[in-house]
């Protein structure tokens, strides 16, 4: 049964008295009372906050990856968007926040000259130069942390992301989720027991499914993040963007009770070989969703490789799309993990499709026939096991004959994922329960 994730409503007096002194990835900062003038940088920013009812309290927010999560979307309509992406400098202290909250470190950094272009947000214009303990970190580019507490903004970066990798958790788990969670709640004076705990019981929830589902069989996955973001030089065997085995998509796999099988690489993200995914022979593929790199452009990439055709979990469509807003340290992350144990079984065993509406889900068999017809090995979707009733017929891009879909899956309000897809129009027709470097690739 759908249970909508509770919003804060806690009057502040029911957290830790101020001033508070937060030491996050290694550099500390003394808040007198509770911020009032928040800007987040980040979906996951932007959702914990929404979380905790504070939209109040924010005066900006910035680089959605995908749909906001619809329970929140009242809230977040009053809140002034400042940019699709990171916003410049000039634009943040026009709106003279007193805190800015931000899921990656690239939110904070200094200007810098990447490929001859200038990247990072502050300059000396604003805060700079940002030199010295908190801000240097070797051939990273610097960021501004230390300077903007200086003028009077507070900062929080997701211990996930901190600038110095030896700072950041040996490997993410639920636990995380918690801690960050209850760090903002005391920075912010709030008690978010209650949204811990509702977290917990998704997870506990997910935890077993998939072993039930399977009775006892390892569900082994993979979590396709992107599949441009890996440099190989000329005659070298193509690579792709996996989850790895320490960050919050080994996380998620794992509460969802899936196997990871790269869960022996550390990083939150890394670099493979197409080879290994196929020699694995995955049960699942776990398809990222934003808005810069849709799941279904990776999907009819996969359909169009001579090795991922190898691969029964093609020839049965075994995918399950997540919004990479679910992906990254977030409120959503327990409804993410409990869809994500549903999705995978629907998709392998034609069990029951998700119901939390956390962006997790599987696609219509018959607009994954569609959108691979032209692609090396198409989709039949007589091979696969779960069927959808949503009566939409999808014309094949490669000739005219139009199949109109069967049987059941239930159609969830369109939401699909962009810091590494918001799928177009056209494609979140197809999704059956919906479900530049990218900040994760900076942030990895």
Avoid at 369 to 381: E, V
């Amino acid at each position: 049964m759908l249970r909508p994730m509770i919003r804060m409503a806690f009057s502040f007096a029911t957290a830790a008295a101020f001033p508070v002194t937060v030491t996050n990835c290694g550099v500390s900062n003394t808040i007198a009372s509770a911020p009032s003038r928040v800007i987040t940088m980040n979906q996951g920013a932007t959702e914990f906050l929404l979380a905790m009812g504070l939209e109040d309290s924010m005066v900006g927010t910035a680089y959605l990856d995908d749909e906001i999560w619809p329970q929140y979307a009242s809230a977040y309509s009053q809140i002034k968007v400042l940019s699709s992406g990171y916003p410049n400098e000039t634009h943040i202290m026009a709106n003279s926040p007193d805190f800015i909250v931000a899921s990656y470190r690239s939110a904070f950094r200094q200007n810098y000259t990447s490929g001859g272009r200038v990247r990072g947000i502050f300059s000396s214009e604003t805060v700079g130069p940002c030199e010295g303990p908190g801000s240097e970190w070797g051939s990273d580019p610097n960021t501004c942390r230390p300077q903007l507490h200086a003028a009077g903004i507070g900062t929080y970066l997701f211990e996930d992301a901190c600038e110095n990798s030896s700072l950041r958790p040996t490997t993410v788990t639920e636990d995380t989720v918690y801690d960050e969670l209850r760090e903002l709640g005391r920075i912010f004076g709030k008690d978010v027991e209650p949204l811990v705990t509702e977290m917990k019981a998704d997870f506990d929830r997910a935890a077993t499914m998939v072993s039930s589902g399977m009775a006892g069989a390892q569900m082994k996955t993979v979590w396709l993040d992107c599949i441009d973001c890996c440099s190989t030089a000329p005659g070298e065997e193509e690579q792709v963007f996996v989850g790895g085995g320490t960050g919050a998509p080994n996380m998620l796999m794992q509460e969802a009770g899936l196997s990871n099988i790269f869960a022996d690489r550390p990083g939150n993200w890394v670099c493979v070989n197409v080879s290994d995914i196929v020699s694995a022979v995955p049960d699942v593929i776990v398809v990222v969703d934003a808005s810069w790199d849709t799941a279904v452009e990776k999907i009819k990439w996969m359909y169009n490789d001579a090795e991922f055709c190898k691969l029964e979990v093609l020839r049965t469509a075994r995918f399950v799309s997540i919004p990479f807003s679910a992906t990254t340290l977030s409120p959503r992350n327990g409804p993410a993990a409990l869809d994500l144990a549903m999705a995978s079984l629907h998709v392998r065993t034609g069990s029951q499709a998700p119901t939390q509406q956390s962006g997790v889900g599987s696609f219509s068999p018959f607009f994954l026939q569609a959108q691979t017809s032209c692609q090396r090995c198409p989709l039949n979707a007589v091979n696969v096991i779960y069927d959808d009733t949503s009566g939409i017929a999808y014309t094949p891009l490669c000739n005219a004959t139009t199949t109109t879909t069967t049987t059941t899956t239930t159609t969830q309000d369109a939401e699909a994922s962009k810091a590494s897809c918001a799928l177009p129009v056209g494609f979140l027709l197809g999704l059956a329960t919906v479900g530049f470097l990218t900040p994760a690739f900076l942030a990895n």
